[in-house]
T-cell receptor, first 112, second 113 residues
């Protein structure tokens, strides 16, 4: 079945630096790739998503890139701020079964 | 306010004692699902439902049951809980399918002793 691998599991950056989180997926039929942010004690919340007909999408300081050939996608956060500290999950949607498969998460810490 | 609610938020129980975690959404969403979150394993889908009376297994369905008798409610049932079901559980809903934004509830922390 579909598998989503996410790296790194933890990431520490200085405020103002950039952060990059990478995910790979196994099912070439996957066509939807969201990123969720989970703050402490809360449920995950969508921050950005991309569909397989688009290579890159940007929303202010956040961007996602997709490489369908290599089957990987990445989250880029620029000018990081302490409030970006959270756990980030990537996911891939399997078109045929309509399941959503999540990666194992990345704990991002932004130090002032 | 558009939201997904779960109850209870915290539950400590003993092995074998049947329990139900309720989930309700007020957004008229068709798609609902349950996840469990464990350290190092991320979020794993337990069951999902495309609409009323339609449910399907996710990746880790063993030991769980669900029902979707009404569009807004999607309860998770543990008929005979075991310690390996100790976890943080999230209910989520979306407009139509997995390929739409998922709205998550606040989570239910379950401990089975």
């Amino acid at each position: 079945g579909e598998n989503v691998e996410q790296h790194p599991s933890t990431l520490s950056v200085q405020e103002g630096d950039s952060a990059v989180i990478k995910c790979t997926y196994s099912d070439s039929a996957s066509n939807y790739f969201p990123w969720y942010k989970q703050e402490l004690g809360k449920g995950p919340q969508l921050i950005i998503d991309i569909r397989s007909n688009v290579g890159e999408k940007k929303d202010q300081r956040i961007a996602v890139t997709l490489n369908k050939t290599a089957k990987h996608f990445s989250l880029h956060i620029t000018e990081t701020q302490p409030e970006d500290s959270a756990v980030y999950f990537c996911a891939a949607s399997m078109r045929d079964t309509d399941k959503l498969i999540f990666g194992t998460g990345t704990r991002l810490q932004v130090f002032p | 306010e558009a939201q997904v609610t779960q109850n209870p938020r915290y539950l400590i129980t003993v092995t074998g004692k049947k329990l139900t975690v309720t989930c309700s959404q007020n957004m008229n969403h068709e798609y609902m699902s349950w996840y469990r979150q464990d350290p190092g394993l991320g979020l794993r889908q337990i069951y999902y439902s495309m609409n009323v009376e339609v449910t399907d297994k996710g990746d880790v369905p063993e030991g769980y049951k669900v029902s979707r008798k009404e569009k807004r409610n999607f309860p998770l049932i543990l008929e005979s809980p075991s310690p390996n079901q100790t976890s943080l559980y999230f209910c989520a809903s979306s407009y139509r399918a997995a390929s739409y934004e998922q709205y998550f509830g606040p989570g239910t922390r379950l401990t089975v002793t």
